[in-house]
Nanobody, 124 residues
Framework: EVQLQASGGGLVQAGGSLRLSCEAS????????IGWFRQAPGKEREGVSC????????LYADSVKGRFTISSDSAKKMVYLQMNSLKPEDTAVYYC?????????????????WGKGTLVTVSS
């Protein structure tokens, strides 16, 4: 059974950093595309970043480029999202999700498996 669990959220001041973790089980990371998504109150869920577990290629939303970094540790079955220079507008529940095939895009509707989210709150 494919399972994903995000953790690492919390309260941080603007300009600070957090590292989110996504623990994967029931599948091999190098066979899936893992994405990070977020949903702010009253807004639609949006893609933040994704990584091809097979070759490591990545995508980032324009709003986080240069500030966020996605990485993985296949041996530990973990995917991370390092978030630096956080802004109040980064406040959201963050989710990790997985799908089988790389397509160059990662809309939430394309993801096959979802984990529970973790709340990130950035204070001004």
């Amino acid at each position: 059974e494919v399972q994903l669990q995000a953790s690492g959220g919390g309260l941080v001041q603007a300009g600070g950093s957090l590292r989110l973790s996504c623990e994967a089980s029931g599948f091999a990371l190098d066979s899936y595309i893992i994405g990070w998504f977020r949903q702010a109150p009253g807004k639609e869920r949006e893609g933040v970043s994704c990584m091809d577990g097979y070759d490591g290629r990545t995508l980032y939303a324009d709003s986080v480029k240069g500030r966020f970094t996605i990485s993985s540790d296949s041996a530990k079955k973990m995917v991370y999202l390092q978030m630096n220079s956080l802004k109040p507008e980064d406040t959201a529940v963050y989710y990790c999700a997985a799908k089988l095939y790389w397509s160059g895009t990662y809309p939430p509707t394309a993801m096959d498996f979802w984990g529970k989210g973790t709340l990130v709150t950035v204070s001004s």
